[in-house]
């Protein structure tokens, strides 16, 4: 027992909750140990990226090849001369000209036709079950949320997960563990003056024992207070060394994404990020507004891989898309499309074995207008969970689910 | 501590840790305080007031609940201002305009309603008959009839309350009853009446999911009304077999049939304790409580009244035993702070600490709980707490009584408010009532009794006191005209940085 009792005190005892146990595992304990093997589990990062709002992937990943595309899309088509070309087939939207940079480094994997059974067409229930990772229950955390109260990673640290936006998206919640949730760095804090704040230690850490009441919640609401406060004044320390090696483009996306390169240059012990882009709610007037936000995603992709390459971190660090739903298959009446199903994902980064998984869906064979799906999104899941994180995944995903080859 | 603390209540009650059923839904006899009166005002309403938990204490337990229970006139306005109608035709912004100011309407009502209780039932029915504004197309106008059925029933019988909300237009929208036809039925109602709406999951099988769908076909919306309208062509009017039981059902007869069974008291026993009392209601409380409740033919204003007076709703173990959504925190903060009104910042606040305003996330509701708390909503809450507390308004200020219907006062009622958290705050002087305005340890007693009834430790109430009497270096500094308010303002905002403040 004293032995258990010394392994909880290191931070990894949580990990005997796994049912499974491997070798990837055991290196994975190792490391939050205080044993940090470069490029190992332990130093591995994941960051998802929420195209939200619904990204067309037709437009995204265009199916140049096929006359069913510009037959389904006369007005609203990338037409083929622009396409950035993957194959004699496919292609990249020309204003993705920064992944596509990314792709021919063999640091893209795309994974066509993903989604889940039992399509739901709205954007809030089909994005709450991609972030909690349950298209058939309404559950209460999210999958991520879930991998970090499992993942046994040392309570102390802070910043286990963190999310990037003003709000915390429902893939972060969790029982147990807190994820702070950072617009930009001077918001991130509690915005007392300074002679409040000099009080603000003690009046946010109470002795539970000495209220003049007791509450099953009293515990958890100090220890949140205390982790926001403690979180929010170490910040800014933390990433004080570092400095950007690329200029960010000044968009809001890329923004976020340096603020997420200074905590991941940290080496904080951040597992997981979370940042969106958006709306790609694209009903009318489609082209300007995703041509738009696609540029966005893919020169802030390429400057943050740049960023993290010259940090020698890009081999640790694995970025994942992921969108609601794609689009109708014919466009409307207003040069847009409507809510629709399957899209491709994509997977960047240095340890991403590049190339194209799966096959393009059939634009003829079609289910009510929408592309039929063949890859189920938490097979992502599990395949980043176990071959990348380095966890069990049907803990986390509730079920066990085949994993791909792109890890 | 003292005999009338709630930890000694919790002592009498809850002496080994179990429940004694039969002393636990029994009137509470114990001493009645400043603390009981505030812990009722913060379950039954939005939070109190300074004037109305002293008015509350005054008045002792049962006439306090009493006072809370008997509805008065009420002119508050039923109807948000301006022109909330919207069309899928029209543009997104005046569609963003229709729906904060609906938005804004009713979080005005709740801070100012002459009938808290009621508006706090309000919310409870609309977390749990969740429909969201603008999901699925509801539109602003169909959420305001769907919050005045629940006022209307607010207190009222929740059985008829389940009939009419079959047949409520926003719910007909938000859970697929207008796709429910005679050849397609769309279990999406039937599925989640059952499961949380009534009985509760385990109590009825996906067969009689199916058979109810099929009852409740014809029940539509008018395209042109937007009225409920019974559709006779679309509507099944085979036999059904419904737990057990077979007929030519319509979707009233299923409703029926689900009110007979005990499953459904139990199951809205649990979530009145649950909301009101304790999370994890002991099994033995659950089933006294869905006794009462099943035998008053599910009398809601009765069960309120039997809970509110009851000895188990005053043990320590309901005392601050629950999270403050975020509605229940800005609306109290708005009333310890004498606020005129709500104001836009508000909104958007809320929606920071992870709540929209008549939108909760899914058709299940605000799950509540520990699911309010994490770094990033709980610096949310002490942000918005604290730009609240230092709010004071620019410029002229509508006068006082203008702002007791803030509605009134521009077409959509929310420009005035538009960069503002609340209309006009009560004087900083009078959130400290009766201190010696010259004393550092009267003023800070005060602080404490108003924001959080001196939940506090004797280090945070020393700190809140050094934070009165020093600088922001440790230098002592007197009490004056010059900086009387300013450190008032700047101990409220630590006082409601409290732990304790987070807890209902």
Known sequence: MA???????????AFAGFLAVDSIFARAARAAGGVTLPGSVGARSLVVVNLQGGNDGLNTLVPYGDPNYYRVRPSINIPAGEVLRIDSSLGLNPNLAGLKALYDQQRVAILQGVHYPNPNLSHFRSTEIWQTGAPEHIVDTGWAGRYLDKAGLP???????????????????????????????????????RDEQAHADQILNGDGNRYPFQSPYLELVQEVEHDAHASSTQLPHLVAGYKPAVEYPKTPFAQGLNLAAAVLAADVGTKILYISLGSFDTHTGQRVQQDRLLE???????????????HRLDGQVLTMTFSEFGRRVEENANRGTDHGTAAPMFLIGGGVKGGMYGDHPSLSDLDFGNLKWHTDFRSVYATLLERWLGVPSAQVLGSSFSTLNFV | MSADSPVAAQNEYRPSGSLDVASALAPYHGPWSTKLAAHLLRRASFGGSPQEIRAATGLGMHAAVDKLTQLVSDTFPTQPPGDISYGPLSDPAQRRKAVIATDLWWLNRALLTPNPLQERMVYFWSNHFTSGIGQKGIPPQMMVNQFALF??????????????????????????????????????????LMELFTLGVGNYSEADVRQSARAFTGFTVDRFSQQFIFNPRQHDDGVKTFLGRSGNFDGDNIVDIIMEQPATARFMARKFLRTFVYDNPEPELIAAVADAYRSSGYDSGQLMSLLL???????????????????????????????????????????????????PPNVAGWPGGALWMNTGTLLARLNYLHQLVLFKPAGEAPAAGAMTNPMAMSPMGVDALANAPAGRLADPASWVAGAAMNDPLSVSERVLETVVQSDATVEQQQNILNYIATDGVGNRVALSAENFEEKVRGAVSLAMALPSYQLA
């Not at chain 1, 032995?3 to 005892?13: A, L, P």
């Open chain 1, 155 to 193: 309570k102390s640290n802070l910043f286990k997960g963190l999310a990037i936006g003003p709000i915390l998206p429902k893939m972060m919640v969790s029982e147990k563990t807190d994820v702070p949730t950072i617009d930009n760095l001077r918001g991130f804090g509690f915005r007392n003056t």
């Open chain 1, 3 to 13: 032995n258990r009792r010394q392994f909880i005190q290191q931070g990894v005892g």
């Open chain 2, 151 to 192: 006022r209307q029933y607010a207190l009222g019988n929740y059985a008829q309350l389940t009939h009419q909300i079959a047949r409520d237009p926003a719910m007909l929208h938000y859970l697929d009853g207008i796709a429910n036809r005679k050849q397609h039925p769309n279990e999406n109602f039937a599925r989640e």
């Open chain 2, 309 to 359: 007076r009851s000895n188990v709703f005053y043990s320590g173990r309901a005392y601050r035993a629950l999270v403050k959504s975020p509605l229940e925190l800005a609306i109290g903060a708005l009333k310890t702070l004498g606020a005129t009104a709500v104001g836009l910042r508000t909104l958007g606040a809320l929606n920071q600490m992870g709540q929209l305003v008549m939108n």
């Open chain 1, 296 to 310: 966005q995603f893919g020169s802030g992709m390429k400057a943050f891989y740049d960023d993290l390459a010259a």
